[in-house]
């Protein structure tokens, strides 16, 4: 898998972490649009979602592309805010902090899901999971002084 290899080491580096939040995620978004929801062009390479969180500020719809890491079982995703490496939190973790349920399209499907942060010694055995699925989150993590937030979501149970 030289092909992988060769994108964790580039999403490793600072100059991605400046380009890739401008770039990946309009795509992501136009790809996910014009194929209606079946493509999501990151997760040709990691899973991937289209996470729809309320605003914390503005009570407004947010639609953001992330990778995630479905959990074994296939009824949960850890979604990671690293932002790239950037030094601040992503705008979608303090969405989720604030009104923790949302909606996810997951393989061209939406799904209402809750969110949850994860601390302490469930975080810590989450992180090592994470690095062994994509080490580049290591890099990300120690060019900031944040710890990066981990969540978990859930399907919510159907009304």
């Known amino acids: 898998m030289i092909g992988v290899r060769a994108v964790q080491k580039v999403s490793s580096t600072r100059a991605f972490a400046k380009v890739a939040p401008h770039v990946i995620p309009a795509l ?15 997760a040709q390479l990691l899973p991937g979602v ?41 705008a979608w973790t303090a969405n989720l902090l604030a009104r923790p349920d949302a909606e996810i399209s997951w393989k061209g499907t939406d799904i ?5 942060l994860l601390v302490g010694e469930e975080r810590a055995a989450v992180w090592k999971t994470l690095l062994t699925f994509w080490p580049p989150y290591a890099a990300y993590q120690e060019r900031v002084e944040r710890e990066i937030r981990l969540f978990r979501i859930t399907p919510r149970p159907s009304a």
């Open 28 to 42: 992501d978004r136009a790809v996910h649009r014009l194929t209606r929801g079946k493509v999501l062009l990151s």
């Open 50 to 90: 289209i996470l729809t969180a309320t605003g914390a500020r503005s009570g407004l719809p947010r639609r953001t592309p992330l990778a995630c890491m479905p959990e074994d079982g296939g009824g949960s995703w850890i979604l990671v805010g690293s932002n790239f490496g950037r030094t601040g939190h992503p």
């Open 112 to 116: 209402p899901v809750t969110a949850v």
